[in-house]
């Protein structure tokens, strides 16, 4: 015998609500698109010329009484150096050098000598640059007019004690020795050295171009 089946209940599914968009995904439905990236930065060679010339401060005195062949000499750039109405080499930039010429004189061997040759610059972010520059030169005073006239002092007052002791051939011995004996206290006098006393500006000519490369504006 037949039997009526009771109608079955369609299944529902559970109803979840949908979880609302994280922050970045509302941030940028309401305030658009994100811009684009900046534009890679652009560099541009300046060409320093040779021929160019450069201010310098001493940072340290150096002098021919204690400096050495290779001594390490500091310097600062004291004016901007443009290309072009750009800055190429800023002012307070570093530059580098060495002694390249000691000579420490005497009353014999005239003035004392100093030379110093800058070969690097050393700008802000620490690039180095290769420079060529000519020589920063200073002499001491010259001793040899004050020699000359010790060492005739001391020969004439030797020829007149050997003329006292022994006559003509004497007087001739005598002026010999007393001209060594002028010459020998002449050496031994102070000198007077070369120095460039530290904050002393100077300035020197690039002799080859050096380029250094900046930011386009």
Do not use: C
Not at 85 to 90: E, K, L, V
Not at 125 to 144: I, Y
Not at 164 to 187: N, Q, R
């Amino acid at each position: 015998m037949w039997e009526p089946r009771a109608p079955v209940q369609p299944s529902v599914p559970d109803y979840k609500e949908p979880e609302p968009p994280a922050l970045s995904e509302r941030l940028r439905e309401s305030n658009g698109p994100p811009p684009p990236p900046p534009p890679a930065p652009e560099f541009v060679d300046l060409t320093v010329p040779s021929d160019a010339v450069l201010g310098l401060q001493i940072e340290r005195t150096v002098s021919s009484e204690l400096a050495r062949l290779e001594d390490k000499v500091d310097a600062r750039v004291t004016r901007d150096v443009r290309v072009a109405d750009r800055i190429a080499i800023p002012a307070g930039s570093t530059v580098r050098g060495s002694v390249t010429e000691v000579d420490k004189g005497g009353r014999m061997k005239g003035r004392a000598r100093l030379a110093i040759r800058f070969h690097t610059i050393v700008l802000a972010d620490g690039t180095l640059l290769a420079l060529k520059t000519d020589p920063v030169v200073r002499e001491g005073q010259s001793p040899s007019g004050e020699s000359a006239a010790k060492v005739g002092g001391a020969a004439i007052g030797g020829a007149i004690l050997g003329a006292i002791l022994g006559g003509g051939k004497g007087a001739a011995i005598g002026g010999a020795v007393g001209a060594g004996a002028g010459t020998a206290a002449a050496m031994t006098n102070d000198r007077n050295p070369a120095t460039l006393t530290a904050g002393t500006t100077v300035t020197v000519r690039m002799m080859a171009p050096v380029t250094v490369t900046v930011q386009k504006e």
